[in-house]
């Protein structure tokens, strides 16, 4: 690992630009899939994951670009709903494409992030969320395929043994919006991530 040393006394000066948070776009990235129509976020990290989901949203059929510190997409012309694994692979956040995908095609089939089981870390409170809104889980060879004739709103608890979870909310969250009727989220995570969608 490399070292940086630093030799005091000496004065910080300089003007450093804040981007958006990573563990905040990547959720509002697969939002998008939702949407009809161009969606302009500002303020983007450019950081490897935010590629990385940029590029699955390419694959899914999204038109993208960015334009110096904004990011367009349009997820319209989407006509997949298949996150392959040589994309999903290099990143654990792309198991919350499960929620949108499911929500817009009545079937998502998304590769276990980053090849890993549901274990160590894992995604099960994803699968219960969606579950509870009326979505059927199955695994076939590595993907996770989570399927429904018509989401329904209704009770979610997202209580498990590692607390609650952004991404499992946030896929809750993104998987409800089309369901018919309400659903609340019981255990829902209450990180910037998920309490400044409102």
């Not at 929500?103 to 274990?119: M, N, Q, T, W």
Request: some cysteine.
């Amino acid at each position: 690992m490399d070292v940086i040393r630093i030799q005091g006394p000496g004065r910080l000066e300089g003007t450093v630009h804040a981007s958006g948070a990573k563990n905040a776009a990547l959720p509002i990235l697969a939002s998008t899939i939702l949407a009809k129509g161009p969606c302009v976020l500002k303020n983007v990290p450019q950081v490897s994951d935010v590629s990385n989901m940029v590029r699955i949203l390419k694959s899914l059929g999204a038109k993208v670009s960015w334009n110096e510190r904004a990011l367009t997409i349009d997820s319209t012309p989407i006509n997949r709903n298949v996150a392959d694994y040589r994309h999903v692979s290099t990143m654990r956040a792309s198991i919350c494409l499960l929620g949108p995908l499911l929500s817009k095609f009545g079937e998502a089939r998304v590769s276990l992030p980053g090849g890993c089981v549901i274990g160590p870390r894992p995604v099960d409170l994803h699968l219960k969320g969606l579950q509870a809104l009326g979505g059927k889980v199955a695994l076939d060879h590595g993907y996770v395929v989570v399927s429904s004739k018509g989401l329904r709103g209704g009770r979610v608890y997202l209580g498990g043994s590692f607390g609650s979870s952004v991404l499992a909310t946030a896929n809750v969250i993104m998987a409800a919006v089309l369901a018919r009727g309400r659903t609340e989220i019981i255990n829902a995570a209450c990180e910037p991530e998920v309490t400044h969608w409102g």
